[in-house]
């Protein structure tokens, strides 16, 4: 990798001029994406609650009493007839969560059919299922799946404020095994955790120092549920959420910068400008795992208003031409009627 950032390089960034930060980004954006393509992933939890981790922003962790109620891993045709909704939705790729630390090898063979199984339907497949072991990378990989999350969720110093049931470097050492297993990496942050500017550089500068930078950097506000520690944190000024996604640009300019947990706390004119900052990516669908976000049609008309197209999968061939229609329908045609006709 030819450029490697410094923590002092990415927080003068962050503090640069707003006007003069969201060009330099927009410029970036160009030179690598077209600007009014956007890539639309859905997220679906295969597996909810009850995670031995302590993680002091998510609901999910048997820790905290937030009101959640677990649920045992999706039946895989379950799994199946969600991604089939998300894609006539106009989803082009989708993602399946589990609330774990690790998975069990016992659950590898339903994983597996998941992914094979939402692959078949000419989607992307991406997974976020906590650690795993290098056989375990393996076999996932094996099976096609084309994106593993894991997020970094902020920078090493502040790491230890907000979990402490897995350290840094497992977390690095998974997207290590993830990289060497042929899948492709999705690994972001949260922003609102109570972290400095600072926290938020170095969060950056891990991402973009990596080996190979994430073909996917899911950007996260702090969605605040009652009865986690953070319940009470300040809100984050949307502007400086604006400037790390603008940064995230800027430093790993051939990734795909996502717009995630948060989106239903902004307005239409934060998004714009997150969109203008190069973000180029989002979930799509009424749910985060277990958070809200906004309805599809909501998605749609803004869409329609700032002239973006949903981008189409990169396993879509000539046989995926129905799916192609029902994308051009998303933005062009009036909601109402494409949601009778895809009935």
């Known amino acids: 990798m030819a450029n490697r950032w410094t923590v002092s390089q990415a927080k003068a960034l962050l503090e640069k001029p707003f006007l003069e930060l969201l060009f330099e980004a927009q410029q970036v954006h160009r ?18 609650g009850a995670c031995p981790e302590d993680c002091k922003y998510c609901p999910q962790s048997a820790r905290y009493k937030t009101g959640l109620e677990s649920e045992r891993l999706m039946e895989v045709e379950a799994v199946l007839a969600s991604a ?15 609330a774990w630390k690790n998975p069990h090898d016992r659950d590898m063979p339903y994983l597996e059919a998941m992914v094979k199984g939402v692959k078949a339907m000419g989607l992307e497949t991406c997974m976020t299922l906590g650690t795993l072991s290098d056989k375990q990378a393996n076999r996932l990989g094996d099976a096609g799946l084309d994106f593993y999350n894991h997020n970094l969720d902020t920078s090493p110093e502040f790491y230890g404020n907000i979990i402490t049931t897995r350290s840094y470097q497992e977390r690095l050492d998974t997207l290590d095994k993830v990289r060497d297993a042929g899948i492709k990496v999705c690994s972001g942050g949260i922003i609102g955790l109570g972290e400095t500017v600072r926290d938020r550089a170095g969060l ?3 991402l973009a120092n990596l080996p190979v930078q994430p073909e996917s950097v899911p950007i996260n506000m702090l969605v605040k549920v009652k009865g986690t520690p953070l319940a009470e944190n300040e809100d984050v000024d949307p502007f400086d959420f604006i400037r790390t996604i603008a940064v995230a640009r800027i430093m790993m300019p051939a990734s795909h910068v996502r717009l995630s947990a948060g989106r239903e706390q902004m307005n239409e004119q934060t998004q714009a400008m997150c969109f203008m900052a190069g973000a180029n990516s989002i979930f799509y669908g009424c749910k985060l795992l277990t958070t809200p976000n906004p309805e599809e049609d909501k998605d749609l008309l803004l869409f329609r208003k700032l002239g973006l197209n949903p981008q189409p999968t990169q396993t879509q061939h000539g046989d995926n031409l129905q799916q192609q229609v029902l994308v051009d329908q998303l933005v062009h045609a009036d909601t109402e009627q494409f949601y009778n006709a895809a009935l």
């Open 31 to 48: 030179q690598h994406f077209d600007p009014c393509q956007v890539q639309v992933s859905t997220l679906l939890s295969i597996k909810t």
């Open 84 to 98: 089939r909704k998300a894609k006539a939705a106009g989803s082009g790729r989708f993602c399946m969560g589990a």
């Open 204 to 206: 950056l500068v891990q």
